[in-house]
């Protein structure tokens, strides 16, 4: 099973940009499919964004309607980590982000520890 540890996260004005990284160990990273996820205080866990394993040609992406054009996510199978590049942050971005890695995005068993992202008006 992989191991995922997030990092990046961090104190921001609206308006601002954090990247998040996932570093991703135990297990072959190119394999598995890869997610963000959010958790802001008083709320259920969200879908924020994830891409799909190594294919023969190109990654498929997916976001949630509340970042796209905002966030964009990547992946370096050479560095076994999964980026979130986050832009135009708004103060309901807030919450704390999670990793997620699984053999497909609807399959996403092995979770990181989160990272908090906080967004000052």
């Known amino acids: 099973q992989v191991q995922l540890v997030e990092s990046g996260g961090g104190l921001v004005q609206a308006g601002g940009s954090l990247r998040l990284s996932c570093a991703a160990s135990?297990?072959?990273?190119?394999?598995?499919?890869m997610a963000w996820f959010r958790q802001a205080p008083g709320k259920e866990r969200e879908f924020v964004s994830a891409?799909?394993?190594?294919?023969?040609?190109?990654?498929?992406?997916r976001y949630a309607d509340s970042v796209k054009g905002r966030f964009t996510i990547s992946r370096d199978n050479t560095k076994n980590t999964v980026y979130l590049q986050m832009n135009s942050l708004k103060p309901a971005d807030t919450a704390v982000y999670y990793c997620?890695?699984?053999?497909?995005?609807?399959?996403?068993?092995?979770w990181g520890q989160g990272t908090q992202v906080t967004v000052s008006s």
């Open positions: 135990g297990s072959t990273f190119s394999d598995y499919a």
């Open positions: 891409i799909t394993r190594s294919g023969p040609s190109s990654y498929y992406a």
């Open positions: 997620a890695a699984g053999s497909s995005m609807a399959d996403l068993r092995s």
